[in-house]
């Protein structure tokens, strides 16, 4: 793999941002992180200004996406990055609070990779982050179409 | 309309049917009475008229005897005789007559005296003419017939006759008058009854017309109301289940926004924690090489246990203190945040109406905490009890929060005793869980079906959900709850459940 893989990292709380990159990086992956802080910026930065998400064919990509955000919930750039044929096969994790079975189930039926429920108890958090650090590196990110 | 006007109105009816009714009553006698009048007064009037042709016709048999009589004394023909003894054999049943006719009136009886002896002295004239005739002595006859012209006897007779036939005039004329005034008078009291009551139909129509068209609109405004009451139910109700909802949407985006920010307070409180560790750990080897030089440098930062001494030791014992608050709050604080949100989840569960048996359903729940009743020395009976058709998991954690509550407060050293008992009583179900435990104050028995309120003292864990749960399920399952308890005498919860909760629901719906 030539291409590095870049972490999307979907978070509106800078504090839960910070913690989670403290995390990643404690596990050792050293990828390049890409914080986005709403909706619409990483929206735009995903799709590109037409919308077609054709700036990020080819690149090696993995979403962190947390559900609630101000601007637009977490579900509608989680379906739009499934249906996008660019960027279908990119990995979502989504990271939120919300542990709803109903809203568990309705991200694992839009494609949604992995599902982790952000915990008060930081030990778990962090082990958390720190598996999914581990699973970074053992999942292969599909390379680029061509 | 208000009662007073009712009342005025009602009474203005009475009054008027009343006045009707008097009106009626004094015409009819009115009537009677003058009608009596009228016909005693034509009475009398035939009467004088009667009296008259009497005299008339007694008057008319003298004359034709007279003339009878002169006849048959010029002619001798016996055809006259036999019209003169006709004549004469009528006068005097005549006069009878006419006495009985007159014998009212006290003037007329002295004239009919007097005429009856002028009457006898003509019928005596006739009667010698009569002889005269016979014995053949047409002079003597003529000498009477004469005699007796001159004797003026017929003039007496009209005399009489004329003053009868006045004072019958005068009788007449007063009779017609009388009989006149009564026709008018009753006449006058019909025309003024008539009036009158016309005059109080016509108020008792405009009343009723009145009252009718105050009854049409009442019944126009009642109908309306049925109609939009219907609505406004259905829209109240619709309305009511829509701040339900936005509440529980309300709690639940409340809940996770709460929890957000305790995810970076937690975070960076651990971080913190490490970051302490390190801090004293550098300051343990600081100090370490001031004392000892000699001392290995990587040695101090790898031991686990970095020896402080005097007050950087209590610095540190203060600052993992504070920590360990810090933590604990947050840990509480995660603790009902998720309580809430389970609270709200259980809040937006569909029921599914289900026949249960409620004794085996407890008696399930009796066997998963057997454990834990052996272990408090308690034992749960399960009467019979009856079947019901409600949610089943709603039941289930009802009764399964009472005996875990049950279990959790009975008194130490007394062997538990917890019975769940049940019946039926008009469509509902009720259910009694009581235990022999330590009881809880009447001044709490409001206070316990508070979300995170407790009473009696704190030395089992919990959150103070349970009740508050459960009584927001019995409630959402159409049923009440409540206790009945005092302290250190044991406790009766009675839950009230609808028997066929789904039906009253499609009754609602």
Not at chain 1, 49 to 71: E, R
Not at chain 2, 75 to 84: C, I, M, N, Q
Not at chain 2, 187 to 205: E, F, K, P, W, Y
Not at chain 2, 399 to 419: E, H, M, Q, T, W
Request: with cysteine; glycine share 6%; hydrophobic share 40%.
């Amino acid at each position: 793999m030539s291409n590095p893989v870049t972490i999307i990292m979907i978070e509106d709380d800078e504090g839960h941002a910070r913690l989670i990159e403290r995390n990643i990086r404690r596990s050792g992956v050293n990828n390049e992180i890409m914080p986005f802080t709403n909706g619409t910026d990483a929206v735009s930065y995903l799709f590109g200004p037409d919308g077609s998400g054709i700036d990020q064919k080819g690149q090696a990509l993995l979403i962190l996406l947390d559900l609630n955000l101000p601007d637009m919930t977490g579900i509608d750039i989680l379906r739009r990055v499934k249906e996008n044929k660019h960027l279908k096969s990119t990995p979502v994790v989504v990271l939120t609070t919300t542990d709803d079975s109903q809203e568990i189930k309705r991200c694992y039926e839009l494609g949604c990779n992995v599902y982790i429920t952000k915990p008060v108890n930081y030990e778990s958090f962090a082990n958390a982050i720190r598996q999914l650090g581990l699973f970074f590196s053992v999942i292969q990110v599909p390379p680029a179409i061509a | 309309m208000t009662s007073d006007a009712k009342r005025r109105r009602a009474l203005g009816q009475i009054l008027l049917l009343a006045a009707g009714l008097l009106v009626l009553v004094v015409i009819s006698a009115a009537s009677v009475l003058l009608v009596n009048k009228a016909r005693q007064d034509s009475a009398l009037v035939v009467h004088t008229v009667e009296v008259e042709n009497q005299i008339n016709a007694l008057l008319l048999e003298l004359r034709r005897a007279e003339s009878a009589a002169r006849a048959y004394l010029l002619t001798r023909w016996p055809e006259f005789l036999t019209d003169h003894e006709q004549a004469v054999a009528n006068i005097v049943p005549y006069a009878d007559k006419l006495a009985r006719f007159a014998a009212d009136n006290p003037y007329q009886v002295d004239n009919v005296k007097k005429m009856r002896a002028a009457i006898d002295i003509r019928l005596d004239q006739f009667r010698r003419e009569m002889e005269f005739i016979k014995r053949d002595e047409p002079a003597s006859a003529a000498a009477l017939v004469r005699e007796a012209a001159a004797g003026n006897t017929n003039a007496i007779i009209r005399d009489i006759t004329d003053k009868m036939h006045a004072e019958e005039g005068r009788l007449f004329d007063l009779r017609t008058a009388n009989a006149d005034r009564t026709q008018i008078l009753a006449s006058s009291v019909t025309i003024a009854g008539s009036c009158i009551v016309i005059a109080l139909g016509a108020i008792a129509a405009f009343q009723v017309r009145r009252s009718t068209r105050v009854r049409d609109e009442a019944e126009t405004k009642l109908r309306d109301l049925n109609v939009t009451l219907e609505t406004s139910v259905q829209e109240r109700t619709a309305d009511l289940r829509e701040a339900n909802d936005e509440i529980q949407r309300f709690a639940y985006i409340v809940s996770h926004d709460l929890r957000s920010p305790l995810v970076n307070i937690m975070g960076f409180t651990s971080e913190l924690d490490e970051l302490r560790g390190d801090i004293f750990k550098r300051i343990a080897a600081l100090s370490h090489i001031g004392s000892e030089a000699a001392a290995l440098p990587e040695n101090a930062t790898d031991s686990a246990e970095p020896a402080l001494e005097g007050a950087d030791k209590q610095l540190s014992d203060d600052f993992s203190e504070a920590l360990g608050f810090i933590k604990s709050s947050i840990a509480k604080m995660d603790r009902l945040i998720s309580a809430i949100l389970n609270l709200t989840r259980e809040g937006r569960r569909e029921f599914r109406p289900d026949r249960i048996n409620t004794r085996e359903l407890i008696e399930g729940i009796a066997a998963t905490v057997a454990h834990q009743a052996a272990e408090a020395n308690a034992q749960i009976r399960v009467e019979p009890l009856p079947d019901i058709i409600s949610d089943r998991l709603a039941l289930e954690q009802i009764f399964s929060n009472l005996i875990d509550n049950a279990l959790k407060y009975l008194r130490d050293g007394v062997p538990g005793d917890i019975a769940i008992r049940g019946r039926t009583k008009l469509g509902f179900a009720i259910f009694e869980i009581s235990d022999n435990g330590r009881g809880i104050d009447p001044k709490d028995h409001q206070r316990i079906f508070d979300l995170f309120r407790r009473a009696g003292t704190q030395d089992k864990p919990g959150q103070g959900i349970g009740l508050a749960h459960v009584r927001t399920l019995v409630r959402r399952l159409g049923g009440t709850m409540s206790v009945a308890s005092e302290l250190h005498k044991g406790s009766t919860f009675t839950i009230t459940l609808p028997v066929n909760w789904a039906a009253n629901r499609k009754a609602d719906s």
